[in-house]
């Protein structure tokens, strides 16, 4: 019904930068909100950051000042620019979408990309 494909993970040294990007696709009338979780190996998966229709955006503590969520609504795509990057920002970064199809509301999540920051 509705996909989301996830893209620009890698592995980059300490201090580096990432471009994440989501794409959703699919039987899509709209999108509410869109946001990106982490999951590192032991750990639960947490919340990164999240963007709704409106703008509005919520980040973790751990990576305010860091992190920044973007949207293209026409593109139905959400982005995640990671600045200075360390590794414990090491983790599979999952995108997710809520919103509707014409007939019925969804929930929507990613494959996840891999994230590595190196030493």
């Known amino acids: 019904q509705v996909q989301l494909v996830e893209s620009g993970g890698g592995l980059v040294q300490t201090g580096g930068s990432l471009r994440l990007s989501c794409a959703a696709s699919g039987s899509i009338f709209s999108i509410n909100a869109m946001g990106w979780y982490r999951q590192a190996p032991g750990k639960q998966r947490e919340l990164v950051a999240a963007i709704t229709s409106g703008g509005s955006t919520n980040y973790a503590d751990s990576v305010k000042g860091r992190f920044t969520i973007s949207r293209d609504n026409a593109k139905n795509t959400v982005y995640l620019r990671m600045n200075s990057l360390k590794p414990e920002d090491t983790a599979v970064y999952y995108c997710?979408?809520?919103?509707?199809?014409?007939?019925?509301?969804?929930?929507?999540w990613g494959q996840g990309t891999q994230v590595t920051v190196s030493s």
């Open positions: 997710n979408a809520e919103g509707h199809t014409v007939v019925a509301p969804f929930g929507s």
